[in-house]
């Protein structure tokens, strides 16, 4: 099942995204900073106290100390190798799973347990690489099927969400740029801007239909794993300078993989 791929005939998971609007999503320091500073509970914590001593709106001044360990906990992708539990691996650029067709999945395939079975391994997966999303065709499954769970915490499996066949049905008008990386393209980072907020529907584990409306950091995880349902990468949502920036590594990264690559 290591790089099983369902190639076959099958339609796309949406029937059209739009073009201005992440393959686990792997947060910038400056998201995560952000969220850090909003979400602790912790009156002790540095970044709290330092918080409360600037103005609001404000990033809190950090030491190196704490920004390198900020830095080295969010932003550091990694490649786990074997992950106990499963038999799935991320695929890399430019493999083509990340570029084919991904079929619905089916109400059968939900009674079986066989989606069930998948997100499982999908979400120990996205924890070994210290992702906080992952796509199904990123490990080879070409169904429309994503995992994530926004705080990447494993700890947290309450945050844990599964989304089955989902659709985006509205988007904002107010977009926002920042800075996005994915398991898919090792050791490479660009800005990309998505819409603020989007409405969803879905179906959870059981094939019941589910309508969801996510702003901010939840939006923005969402849509790119959306995208990857749509064979769409987030190099693809680069501005033509960010994409210069990053082509000698998609160059590295077409080399390794060799012939047979979907660019």
């Not at 509205?170 to 920042?178: K, M, P, R, T």
């Not at 769409?232 to 082509?247: A, F, H, I, K, N």
């Amino acid at each position: 099942m290591r790089f099983a791929t369902a190639l076959a005939a099958a339609s796309f998971c949406s029937l059209g995204s739009r073009n201005s609007v992440m393959a686990a999503f792997v947060p910038s320091v400056r998201t995560a900073l952000s969220r850090r500073v909003m979400s602790s509970s912790s009156s002790s914590s540095p970044l709290i106290r330092s918080f409360s001593t600037v103005e609001r709106g404000r990033p809190p001044p950090l030491s190196a100390d704490e920004f390198m360990r900020l830095f080295s906990e969010v932003d550091e992708e990694v490649d786990p190798g074997v992950v106990e539990g499963t038999d799935l691996r991320v695929l890399k650029y430019p493999h083509p799973a990340l570029r084919a067709p991904n079929a619905q999945v089916t109400q059968e395939e939900l009674d079986d347990g066989s989606i069930k079975k998948l997100a499982k391994e999908m979400f120990l997966v996205m924890y070994a690489t210290q992702g906080v999303g992952l796509a199904a065709p990123q490990v080879g499954v070409n169904k429309c099927l994503m995992v994530y769970n926004e705080s990447g915490d494993q700890k947290k499996w309450l945050d844990e969400v599964v989304m089955v066949n989902p659709q985006i049905v509205e988007f904002s008008d107010g977009l926002d740029v920042e800075n996005e990386g994915c398991l898919s393209f090792p050791n490479m980072r660009g800005d990309v801007e998505r819409s603020k907020w989007i409405k969803v529907e879905a179906q959870n584990m059981k094939g019941k239909k589910i309508k969801k409306k996510y702003k901010g950091w939840e939006a923005r995880i969402f849509q790119h794993e959306y995208d990857h349902l749509d064979g769409v990468v987030y190099p693809d949502r680069l501005t033509e300078e960010g994409r210069s920036e990053v082509q000698p590594r998609l160059d590295e990264l077409s080399a390794e993989f060799g012939e047979g690559g979907a660019l």
